[in-house]
């Protein structure tokens, strides 16, 4: 079993053909309200991907939390510790243009209130195979998640969005590390790609740089380099393109895939979800992925 502890957010997203300038009113073409937050987006991405999953984390008592926590149980998720605490869930208000890239800003509601660990996620975690973690939750909650999980001897893999710095603590607790180009760059002050990942496996046993339309590249303190290519497609939408990869990526490790076929399975993924519209909407099934790769 795959546990992912992170954010549940009702996505409404506006589809435009140009997004807005500061101080620009625009008239869009469609909107939707659909299921999203990096750790849902991740837990449905590995379980349509084959693997079983425990969401962790926290909705609100609205009805976006019923929605969100309906959409993760539609995915056949194990929800049993996702809380439900009084007020707003989460909620994240995307712009997507007619190129298909976006633009998000999220309100973190009952994600925000997700401060610590409760015994029985600690023991979830523990009983994982590996632990999925994004930063739409607060850092000391993260953070102590991934303590948890190394404590218990479980893989962390980490998804360093929203960009912004990382305690060591988390950081020595991470087996994998999967930032994009942009969030790599922040985090070691490097534009390049390739020199990033080196100097992120100063820190991590593992780091996955992705890249967008160019793919990804992955290195391990052993000495293994490998670029993968982007599958070419025409993107819809890439609103959790990235979260597709991880929670593919996680199900393929756990499943004995040696790095460069994980890495493919993961990228197939990604390149299925861009070319539909939306976040849990967009996440392949098992049978698409095999099918393309
Ligand atoms: O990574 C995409 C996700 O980021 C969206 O679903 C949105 O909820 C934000 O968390």
């Not at 957010?9 to 990096?38: C, S, W």
């Not at 909620?91 to 976006?102: E, K, L, R, S, T």
């Not at 633009?103 to 994600?111: D, E, K, L, T, Y």
């Not at 040696?258 to 299925?272: G, I, N, T, Y």
Request: aromatic letters at 2%.
């Amino acid at each position: 079993m795959i546990s992912v502890f992170g954010s549940a957010n009702m996505d409404l997203v506006a589809y435009v053909d140009q997004a807005p300038k500061l101080g620009e009113t625009v008239t869009g073409r469609a909107f939707h309200t659909i299921p999203g937050g990096k750790g849902a987006n991740q837990a449905i991405a590995a379980a349509r991907a084959g693997a079983e999953v425990a969401f962790l984390g926290a909705v609100g008592d609205d009805g976006f939390g019923i929605a969100l926590r309906a959409v993760l149980v539609e995915a056949g998720i194990e929800v049993s510790l996702l809380r439900q605490l009084p007020g707003a869930s989460g909620i994240a208000h995307i712009v997507v243009d007619g190129g298909g890239a976006n633009s998000i800003i999220v309100v973190p509601g009952a994600n925000g209130e997700v401060k610590s660990l409760t015994p029985a996620d600690e023991a979830m975690i523990a009983a994982s195979q590996a632990l999925l973690l994004q930063l739409e939750l607060p850092m000391e909650a993260v953070t102590e998640a991934a303590l948890a999980a190394r404590a218990a001897g479980v893989p962390v893999i980490l998804t360093p969005a929203p960009s912004q710095p990382l305690p060591d603590a988390l950081l020595d607790a991470v087996t994998l590390l999967v930032p994009n180009e942009h969030e790599a760059a922040d985090l070691t002050g490097s534009p390049d790609p390739a020199q990033a990942l080196d100097l992120l496996l100063d820190r991590v046993p593992e780091a996955v740089v992705t890249l967008g339309s160019k793919g990804a590249l992955y290195g391990s303190r052993t000495g293994d380099r490998l670029r993968v290519a982007a599958i070419p497609v025409q993107a819809v939408d890439t609103t959790a393109a990235g979260d597709t990869f991880v929670g593919a990526l996680a199900v393929a490790r756990a499943e004995g895939l040696v790095p460069a076929e994980a890495l493919r399975f993961a990228s197939v993924a990604a390149a299925l979800s861009v070319q539909k519209a939306g976040a849990s909407t967009s996440m392949p099934h098992r049978a698409e992925i095999d099918a393309a790769r």
